[in-house]
């Protein structure tokens, strides 16, 4: 049974996992920082989840704030959730600073709480998401394989606010440092297409012999190639992004990103799910789960669309 509630300020889904939810089900809480609707990745995500509520038997709700800088709309669901008396929460945390507290009121009231997509800073919470350190590396590794050394290049970041924005920063400006790239701009896109877009107008027209740009999510990547192609550069200019959510794996396959990096998205919300609810149960898990990542090119991009 699923069906959706519009509220003004947030996107809700309850959803009852058929095989043993009844009066003993244990309510599991995902909370993501953005609506599934719209957007590939936490629409992944949010299908993972049901996936596991459906095969565990959990009662499932799924909030979200309107748009990931509302941080303290995702405070106020996961305080509602605990008052409420939800048995766990998977969350990928807006700013993991400014959750903090709330989560520790959730695990002092005795509801076990997991990350997904992002650590956070909580002490003795589990993280199930991407390794974003070595993806963003790996995004590097494969600029460096296709540019000249010593190539001007550049890197979108994310809100480095989130360790996930802070950790693909880290990873691709090591990489391309070390080998031998000169790095012109490291600026924050905040995973925005239309800011990705903007930011890399004024990237390349201080530096029109830009060779790269590594952008640290598809949408922001998104946003570049088309700064690219309305200055006429896309030829000229390798484009890496990160999720190869369906319409970046299109881009690849046209030719116009060059590669993104895969991270599996619906396993975080699965796992999510699946690991809160072992908590909820008594039960221990790993302090990290890693659901892994792939270099995403033409030959396999058709896999993710």
Same mark, same amino acid.
């Given at each position: 049974m699923k069906f959706f509630i519009s509220i003004i300020t947030t996107s809700v889904l309850f959803f009852s996992g058929s095989l043993l939810a009844g009066s003993h089900a244990k309510t599991i809480m995902l909370s993501t920082k953005g609506p599934g609707a719209g957007n590939p990745f936490?629409?992944?995500?949010?299908?993972?989840?049901?996936?596991?509520?459906?095969?565990?038997?959990?009662?499932?709700?799924?909030?979200?704030?309107?748009?990931?800088?509302?941080?303290?709309?995702?405070?106020?669901?996961?305080?509602?959730?605990?008052?409420?008396?939800?048995?766990?929460?998977?969350?990928?945390p807006t700013d993991p600073n400014a959750v903090a507290p709330i989560l520790d009121d959730a695990m002092a009231s005795g509801v076990p709480v997991v990350y997904i997509d992002t650590n956070g800073i909580n002490e003795g919470v589990t993280f199930i998401g991407t390794n974003n350190i070595n993806g963003a590396a790996l995004a590097a590794q494969y600029i460096c394989d296709n540019v000249p050394s010593g190539s001007d290049v550049a890197i979108l970041q994310g809100m480095i606010t989130q360790t996930t924005g802070q950790h693909r920063?880290?990873?691709?400006?090591?990489?391309?440092?070390?080998?031998?790239?000169n790095v012109v701009a490291e600026l924050p896109a905040n995973w925005d297409t239309a800011q990705g877009m903007s930011v890399t107008e004024d990237i390349i027209t201080g530096n029109p012999n830009l060779k790269a740009?590594?952008?640290?999510?598809?949408? %922001? !990547?998104?946003?570049?190639?088309?700064? /690219?192609? &309305?200055?006429?550069?896309?030829? #000229?200019?390798?484009?890496? $992004?990160?999720?190869?959510?369906?319409?970046?794996?299109?881009?690849?396959?046209?030719?116009?990103?060059?590669?993104?990096?895969?991270?599996?998205?619906?396993?975080?919300?699965? %796992? !999510?799910?699946?690991?809160?609810?072992? /908590?909820? &149960?008594?039960?221990?898990?790993? #302090?990290?789960?890693?659901? $892994?990542?792939?270099?995403?090119?033409?030959?396999?991009?058709?896999?993710?669309?």
């Open positions: 936490w629409a992944s995500v949010e299908a993972g989840a049901k996936d596991a509520a459906e095969e565990f038997g959990v009662n499932l709700i799924i909030l979200s704030p309107p748009q990931e800088s509302d941080v303290m709309a995702q405070v106020a669901q996961i305080e509602d959730q605990i008052a409420k008396g939800v048995d766990g929460i998977a969350i990928a920063a880290e990873g691709s400006s090591k990489g391309l440092k070390a080998c031998g790239m740009i590594f952008a640290s999510n598809d949408n %922001m !990547g998104l946003g570049a190639i088309q700064a /690219l192609k &309305n200055a006429d550069m896309l030829d #000229d200019v390798v484009v890496v $992004g990160f999720d190869a959510n369906p319409d970046a794996a299109a881009s690849v396959m046209a030719g116009e990103m060059s590669a993104t990096i895969a991270q599996f998205s619906y396993n975080m919300g699965y %796992m !999510g799910v699946e690991n809160a609810l072992k /908590l909820a &149960n008594g039960e221990s898990i790993p #302090d990290n789960i890693d659901t $892994g990542t792939v270099l995403v090119t033409k030959e396999n991009a058709a896999d993710f669309m």
